[in-house]
């Protein structure tokens, strides 16, 4: 899990689980998102509310 409070004040968290919730049991061998990817997603200056 990440999670980054940008300057701006916006709030975002990217998670990825192996399985339907994050105490489920695994329903594929790994993570959809390797630990990089939410890494790269969250700080990211695409995740913006709208205007």
Do not use: Y
């Amino acid at each position: 899990m990440v999670d980054v409070l940008r300057p701006d004040g916006l709030r975002v968290v990217a998670l990825a689980h192996n399985s339907a919730g994050p105490r489920g049991p695994a329903s594929r061998p790994t993570p959809v998102l390797t630990v990089e990817q939410p890494r790269a997603i969250a700080p990211s200056p695409a995740r913006h509310l709208p205007t």
